[in-house]
């Protein structure tokens, strides 16, 4: 069977919060990603990294106002409409959808109003399917000294990639295991929708406390600052993309706790670059020399299709070990980026490597290598250029 076989929903003429509720149980069942729903286009679903036709009929705009306020709340309505767009969580749960009693299945979902095909101001739902079970990290074909120095006592790992390159899942997997096999880590994180949800009866220290942006504390930042005075050893941050925010986060790294964050970077060597130059000028310096102190892991993800209509994980990562750190710090800031990246190279160990490596093996086709390297690296390395 097609891994990527999807039957389209029929939901009889009539979008009713209920068939859309069962839709999305069907989605899920199917082990869609995420589920894309426009005034005016078809319902779409991304499975595997590809794009599939999920609905037999288009949605019209005008179904979409009442489905809003009925599934989530008629003030989403008003954020649309007024161009600040929305985030919001959906949670399902009930035997009438299949869903076992005491289970729920999850989803984060993001509205905008955009001009899609032939309707201004349509509608635009993204909804992201955030799964039930904590990922396995020791499930997920993690480099074993990546996977060793994902734990360090104090310091920051930095896990970036673009969107949807599975760094929230490896997040949730790095804490799911510290929670598993780790009792005196204490677990807290910030995050915007909160997403994975944490804890359990496994969980053997104190339960994880996960706050929401904007209903349980206001910013990131002042996340971390509340964090300094709540004693954890793991700190969460579900996304550094402010000055405010990578301060308070080099300065949890400098004090004694293990912080994790996320960033929208696609190599080792540009995430340094974008940390340190979030500063004004003035201060790139002085904070490059605590963000090295604060350092432990760099790692970058994408997810690559695979020709058997799957995806597999690809990692580039930098493990600043103390003689490392000590290396770059003998070194002006502005020299760090390139120095990473020759490292990287000589290694054999960046994106563009492994991906390679994919290739050969037959795993991956000429296209997905091309379409994350470049035409001109693939040249080089078939050796089409001299």
């Not at 869903?99 to 509205?111: D, L, M, S």
Request: glycine share 8%; net charge neutral.
């Amino acid at each position: 069977m097609d891994a990527c076989a999807f039957e389209p929903f029929d939901f009889q003429g009539d979008l009713t919060p209920l068939a859309f509720r069962r839709f999305l149980k069907h989605c899920c069942d199917a082990g869609a990603s995420d589920v894309l729903v426009q005034g005016g286009d078809y319902i779409w679903i991304e499975l595997h990294g590809r794009q599939l036709r999920a609905s037999r009929h288009t949605i019209k705009q005008g179904q979409l106002s009442a489905l809003i306020s009925a599934i989530w709340q008629a003030e989403v309505e008003s954020h649309i409409r007024g161009g600040t767009g929305a985030d919001r969580s959906l949670e399902l749960s009930g035997e009438e959808l299949g869903i076992e009693r005491g289970k729920t299945i999850r989803f984060r979902c993001n509205f905008v109003q955009a001009r899609v095909a032939r309707i201004d101001e349509a509608y635009s739902i993204t909804m992201r399917i955030i799964p039930s079970q904590l990922p396995d990290i020791d499930r997920m074909e993690i480099e074993p000294d990546l996977l060793e120095a994902f734990y360090p006592g104090m310091g920051l790992v930095l896990i970036c990639g673009p969107t949807g390159s599975g760094k929230t899942t490896l997040q949730a997997g790095v804490y799911a295991k510290a929670g598993s096999t780790m009792p005196d880590r204490k677990v807290i994180t910030y995050e915007d929708p909160v997403e994975f949800v944490l804890g359990g009866p496994h969980w053997k220290g104190p339960q994880p406390a996960q706050s929401q942006i904007r209903r349980d504390i206001k910013t990131f930042a002042d996340g971390l600052r509340n964090a300094m005075r709540r004693k954890p050893s793991i700190i969460g941050i579900g996304e550094a993309r402010d000055l405010e925010t990578v301060d308070a986060m080099i300065e949890a790294g400098l004090t004694g706790h293990l912080t994790y964050a996320t960033l929208h970077t696609e190599s080792v060597a540009e995430t340094i670059n974008r940390v340190i130059q979030v500063y004004p000028p003035a201060q790139q310096s002085a904070v490059a020399s605590r963000l090295m102190g604060a350092l432990r892991v760099i790692v970058v993800q994408r997810l690559l299709k695979t020709v058997d209509g799957k995806r597999k994980a690809v990692r580039e990562y930098v493990i600043f070990d103390r003689e490392l750190r000590n290396q770059l710090q003998s070194e002006n800031f502005e020299r760090w980026a390139p120095m990473l990246r020759q490292q990287l190279e000589r290694q054999s160990a960046t994106l563009d490597d492994k991906a390679w490596h994919l290739f050969e093996r037959r795993q991956i086709s000429r296209e997905e290598f091309i379409e994350l390297s470049g035409i001109r690296a693939f040249r080089t390395r078939s050796g089409e250029m001299s």
